[in-house]
């Protein structure tokens, strides 16, 4: 599927696409995703001030998502593999 015809289906977001034309390009490939569940109290001393941690089924959670970045590049640039293409660790909890 051609990334135009991707961009154009939108239904299953929550929220409208940006009014503005595209910039960046960015793949994320060979995701892992793992979750597991932590005390709350560990958390509360590292989300931002004003929120609260998101539980679910009663217990908080944190996501470690490891993947590749391929093709990062600007939208009139082409891919440099040395630069456009690594891999990346994010490690996250979920607030309200």
Known sequence: MKISEILKSADHRP??????KWQWY????DAVFMHGSVDTELLKPH???GT???LYEGKAWISVVVFKME???????????????FYE????TYVT
């Open 15 to 20: 929220w409208p696409l940006p009014s503005g």
């Open 26 to 29: 960015q793949e994320w490939n």
């Open 47 to 49: 989300i931002p001030k």
């Open 52 to 54: 609260q941690v998101d």
């Open 71 to 85: 093709g990062v590049r600007h939208k009139y640039s082409p891919a440099f593999t040395p630069v456009s293409d």
């Open 89 to 92: 660790i994010n490690i996250r």
